[in-house]
C-alpha cells in the first residue's frame, strides 16, 4: 500500500527555522499537500499543490517538492506554531486512494 | 463562511451501528465532492471515505469497505455515514471535509480544504 514518511518529532527554537519532511515513491508525479493540526482542533490546510498558500496562511509557512521528498519549512518559528503536521497526497492508481503521512509534532521552545 | 458540523457521535457496543451527520453551510454543498477523515485517539489522520457532488460515486478506505457507507442529502446540505459492525479500532474522532478536485493536462488531484471540527465515536462494551 502506498506510504508517506515523516519524521516523528522536529524542535525548534523561536524565531529558527522548522523543516519537516515528507517522503513517498508518488512524489515526482503527484502534488503534495501540508495540514496543521493543534491540540484539540481540527486540521487546517496550510500548503496545497506543493507550494501554494491559502488566503491566511501566514508568508513564514513554505513548501517545497522535489523528487520523492517534500519540504515544509517554518521561517522564524513562533510559540503558535506548535502543533502537529501532516502531508497528504494521492495515488490514483485504479481508483483514488488518499493517504496522510504520520505526521510530525513540532515543539518550539 | 465555510463551516461543516459534524453530529451524531457517542459510545458504542462492539458489533453495533451509528449514524454521523454533517451540516454544510456557506457554499453550494451539491457542487462539492465530500470526505470523511478519522483519527484515533493519539494517532494521526486516517482518510474513511469520499463522495461524488451528487451522490452517485463513494469511495472508501480497505479498514472500513463493507462496514461503513457514505451519504448524502443536498436538499439537507447534509452529509451521512453509517458505521456498522463497528469495531475497537474504529474508535476516533471523525471529520468531515470539503473535497477539492483539480486537474493537470495529465492528472487529477483530491484533497480537502475545510473540516468540521469532528464528533466521537467511543466503541466499548
Known amino acids: 500500500s502506498y506510504e508517506l514518511t515523516q519524521p516523528p518529532s522536529v524542535s525548534v527554537s523561536p524565531g529558527q527555522t522548522a523543516r519537516i519532511t515528507c517522503s513517498g515513491e508518488?512524489?515526482?508525479?503527484?502534488?503534495v499537500y501540508w495540514y496543521q493540526q493543534k491540540s484539540g482542533q481540527a486540521p487546517v490546510l496550510l500548503i496545497y499543490e506543493d507550494t501554494k498558500r491559502p488566503s491566511g496562511i501566514p508568508e513564514r509557512f513554505s513548501a517545497s517538492s522535489s523528487g520523492t521528498m517534500a519540504i515544509l519549512t517554518i521561517s522564524g518559528a513562533q510559540v503558535d506554531d506548535e502543533a502537529d503536521y501532516y502531508c497528504?497526497?494521492?495515488?490514483?492508481?485504479?481508483?483514488?486512494?488518499?493517504?496522510f503521512g504520520g505526521g510530525t509534532k513540532v515543539t518550539v521552545l | 463562511e465555510v463551516q461543516m458540523l459534524e453530529s451524531g457521535g457517542g459510545l458504542v457496543q462492539p458489533g453495533g451501528s451509528l449514524r454521523l451527520s454533517c451540516v454544510a453551510s456557506g457554499f453550494s454543498f451539491g457542487s462539492y465532492d465530500m470526505s470523511w477523515v478519522r483519527q484515533a485517539p493519539g494517532k494521526g489522520l486516517e482518510w474513511v471515505s469520499s463522495i461524488s457532488g451528487r451522490g452517485e460515486n463513494a469511495d472508501y478506505a480497505d479498514s472500513v469497505k463493507g462496514r461503513l457507507t457514505t451519504s448524502r442529502d443536498n436538499s439537507k446540505n447534509t452529509l451521512y455515514l453509517q458505521l456498522s459492525g463497528l469495531r475497537a479500532e474504529d474508535t476516533a474522532v471523525y471529520y468531515c471535509?470539503?473535497?477539492?478536485?483539480?486537474?493537470?493536462?495529465?492528472?487529477?488531484?483530491?484533497?480537502?480544504?475545510?473540516w468540521g471540527k469532528g464528533t466521537t465515536v467511543t466503541v466499548s462494551s
Open positions: 508518488t512524489l515526482p508525479r503527484k502534488f
Open positions: 471535509a470539503r473535497d477539492i478536485i483539480t486537474s493537470t493536462t495529465y492528472d487529477y488531484y483530491y484533497y480537502m480544504d475545510v
Open positions: 497528504y497526497s494521492t495515488d490514483n492508481s485504479g481508483y483514488v486512494h488518499r493517504v
